[in-house]
T-cell receptor, first 112, second 114 residues
Framework: DAKTTQPPSMDCAEGRAANLPCNHS???????VYWYRQIHSQGPQYIIH???NNETNEMASLIITEDRKSSTLILPHATLRDTAVYYCIVRVRNTGGFKTIFGAGTRLFVKA | DVKVTQSSRYLVKRTGEKVFLECVQD?????MFWYRQDPGLGLRLIYFSYDVKMKEKGDIPEGYSVSREKKERFSLILESASTNQTSMYLC?????????????FGSGTQLSVL
């Protein structure tokens, strides 16, 4: 199963871009990269996902390297409300469907 | 918006009790999941189900069972609760692969076993 590696914590100044890296060097060709975040005392929230092209939505951008071994989640203008744990996940196929395995994530602190 | 509802936000039970955690989703999703979350250990998958009456073990199924009698409802059962099952339990649902596999989570149930 493909695993992901993320830094345990990062700081970012409010209003600046937050760039959260993720390493998934054993990813296979048909596995997607997903990002979720979890604000304290809430369930995780989906942010974005991609296969090999860069993706952008109203929340963030996802940059995936050409060899697909790593990716970066970009929050273009971080706010205090973006302080959360961010999870980078590779979807693993199991019999009958996909299961999602969460790692430890990156705790992002956005500071005023 | 998709809604995943967990029956209780906080629950206190005694050791040895049988505990039912209920989860209901309102978007006709095929897949449903139960995770537990503990400080320092992150989210760990207990069981998941990709169809009614179907279930598969996750990474930590010991001490738990599940029931999926209807598509919208996925129950987690602690047959005989123990103190090491004190945790935050999170339910999630998703569509079939190829239809947008993103997970939608409930708000969680904080279970304390005394």
């Amino acid at each position: 199963d493909a695993k992901t590696t993320q830094p345990p914590s990062m700081d970012c100044a409010e209003g600046r871009a937050a760039n959260l890296p993720c390493n998934h060097s054993t990813i296979s060709g048909n596995e997607y990269v997903y990002w979720y975040r979890q604000i304290h005392s809430q369930g995780p929230q989906y942010i974005i996902h991609g296969l090999k092209n860069n993706e952008t939505n109203e929340m963030a951008s996802l940059i995936i390297t050409e060899d697909r071994k790593s990716s970066t989640l970009i929050l273009p203008h971080a706010t205090l409300r973006d302080t959360a744990v961010y999870y980078c996940i590779v979807r693993v196929r199991n019999t009958g469907g996909f299961k999602t395995i969460f790692g430890a994530g990156t705790r992002l602190f956005v500071k005023a | 918006d998709v809604k995943v509802t967990q029956s209780s936000r906080y629950l206190v039970k005694r050791t040895g009790e049988k505990v039912f955690l209920e989860c209901v989703q309102d978007m006709d999703h095929e897949n449903m999941f139960w995770y537990r979350q503990d400080p320092g250990l992150g989210l760990r998958l207990i069981y998941f189900s990709y169809d009614v009456k179907m279930k598969e073990k996750g990474d930590i199924p010991e001490g738990y069972s599940v029931s999926r009698e209807k598509k919208e409802r996925f129950s987690l059962i602690l047959e005989s609760a123990s103190t090491n099952q004190t945790s935050m339990y999170l339910c999630a649902s998703s569509l079939l692969p190829g239809q947008g596999e993103k997970l939608f989570f409930g708000s969680g149930t904080q279970l304390s076993v005394l």
